[in-house]
């Protein structure tokens, strides 16, 4: 896991404004790998991206509640499905685009 957050973290400064992280093939998770994708998640928010996640296993999402993880990307951005995933990611974009600029009037 290490080494795909790794390759996530190199390429932060390309333009996508948001990651979803399919958990599905990860059936076991430690607290190195929340505190990685904690991490993660921060540095994305700071630059302004979202991180997304979709479809983890029971034990992954056991401790990623456990933990707390959900204040680090957000309750609304981690989901079941890939479906869901990019309902959301759909939400986001549309939200960010049609959002109209601060001082700006209509």
């Given at each position: 896991?290490?080494d795909?957050?790794?390759?996530?973290?190199?390429?932060?400064?390309?333009?996508?404004?948001?990651?979803?992280?399919?958990?599905?093939?990860?059936?076991?998770?430690?607290?190195?790998?929340?505190?990685?994708?904690?991490?993660?998640?921060?540095?994305l928010?700071?630059?302004?991206?979202?991180?997304?996640?979709?479809?983890?296993?029971?034990?992954?999402?056991?401790?990623?509640?456990?933990?707390?993880?959900?204040?680090?990307?957000?309750?609304?951005?981690?989901?079941?499905?890939?479906?869901?995933?990019?309902?959301?990611?759909?939400?986001?974009?549309?939200?960010?685009?049609?959002?109209?600029?601060?001082?700006?009037?209509?």
């Open positions: 896991m290490t795909k957050i790794n390759t996530i973290t190199d390429r932060l400064s390309s333009p996508a404004s948001m990651v979803i992280l399919r958990l599905r093939n990860k059936t076991v998770i430690d607290a190195t790998g929340i505190a990685e994708l904690e991490e993660l998640a921060d540095q928010q700071k630059s302004g991206r979202s991180m997304l996640l979709c479809g983890a296993r029971s034990q992954p999402e056991a401790l990623m509640r456990e933990a707390g993880f959900d204040r680090h990307a957000g309750s609304e951005n981690i989901g079941e499905s890939i479906t869901e995933a990019l309902k959301r990611a759909d939400e986001i974009y549309n939200t960010r685009i049609c959002a109209p600029a601060a001082g700006v009037d209509s």
